[in-house]
């Protein structure tokens, strides 16, 4: 597996004391990474759609874990990020619960499906990949600010070289083909790591936005009908040489998440621990600032509420 693989986090830095939430994390590289952050001591708190899921891949990480010294407590949340509702539930008791969020990882997604509008009526995929954790950053952001310096990730993708934001038709009712729709909700992963690192210049907390690489996870599984039938198995016979692992594949989340050399970085992209260049697209500031302005209106943001007020 991964044979052009060479990105490597190799950061010993300790989380003891700091508190982590990643989101999507039963399986694949969410995992791995609950599982490192949780060896370098940090609280972390699993948010998943699937608590029963969840639950198992925290039994896991704890019983690979048993016998290491230092390592940190990891508790389950419910998070359905395609439901605005629970994504507000989900934050609240964050907020309750917790005096410090040091570390923001937005690693959940759902890739190329088929056409579906969730219960707020927007596209699964830009709902899911952007709009939810657009809104969970901002409401967890007066916490995150308070408890700076801390960071926040947000896992994209190569493929937002495929995607516009489509702002005059959002939920694609004229245009969708799924791998559009998976660009365009990459694509809002970069934008919102741009414009979010722009307002939050001078508050020791930054922002970094990510692809992991072509990763063996069953992301894949609506690839039968997004494109043809036997995709999927075209694609898992033939691309092992491609894929990581999800060890692998989660190193450049980790290194934008603990290394000391990306501590005074913000807004940047990342390709196997590398800063790179993302599309075109994704570099420009004009789209960027439509992107917040849309998905503030169709999260319903209060106006009177400042999510960059420390709380």
């Known amino acids: ?10 950061s010993n830095a300790r989380l003891d004391g700091k508190t982590a939430v990643v989101t999507g994390c039963n ?7 609950v599982l490192d952050l949780s060896r370098r001591g940090a609280r972390v708190i699993m948010a998943c759609r699937n608590l ?5 891949a925290a039994k896991d990480i704890r019983k690979t874990l048993e016998g290491v010294e230092g390592v940190g407590q990891i508790t389950v949340k419910h998070l359905d990020l ?13 907020l309750k619960e917790e005096p410090n969020i040091h570390l923001l990882i937005n690693n959940a997604g759902v890739m190329m499906c088929p056409r579906q509008l969730t219960e707020d009526g927007y596209e699964l995929q830009f709902a899911t990949n952007h709009l939810g954790h657009f809104l969970l950053t901002l409401l967890l952001l007066p916490r995150i600010l308070s408890s700076a310096p801390a960071r926040i990730v947000n896992v994209s993708s190569l493929a937002h070289k495929f995607g516009s934001l489509y702002s005059k038709d959002i939920n694609m009712e004229k245009s969708y083909q799924p791998i559009k729709a998976y ?3 990459k694509l809002c ?18 922002v970094y936005s990510l692809h992991p690489g072509v990763v063996d996870t069953d992301l894949d599984r609506h690839l039968d009908t997004a494109f043809f039938p036997g995709s999927r198995w075209f694609y ?35 390709d196997d621990c590398v800063a790179i260049q993302p599309s075109g697209k994704a570099n420009d500031p004009e789209q960027a600032k439509k992107l917040w ?19």
């Open 1 to 10: 597996m991964g044979w052009f693989y060479n990105g490597k986090c190799t």
């Open 27 to 33: 399986t694949g590289i969410g995992k791995h990474t």
């Open 52 to 56: 029963e899921k969840a639950d198992e």
């Open 82 to 94: 395609s439901s605005l509702s629970s994504v507000r539930t989900c934050a609240e008791q964050l």
């Open 183 to 185: 660009g365009r909700s």
């Open 189 to 206: 992963n970069i934008l919102f790591t741009k414009e979010l690192a722009k307002r939050l210049e001078g508050t020791n907390v930054t």
């Open 236 to 270: 898992r016979t033939f691309g092992g040489m491609f894929k990581k692992s999800s060890e692998q594949g989660a190193q450049t989340t980790l290194y934008c998440a603990v290394d000391e050399k990306t501590a005074n970085k913000t807004g940047l992209y990342y």
């Open 293 to 311: 302005d849309i998905s503030m209106t169709l999260v319903n943001w209060d106006k009177n509420r400042d999510p960059f007020k420390k709380g």
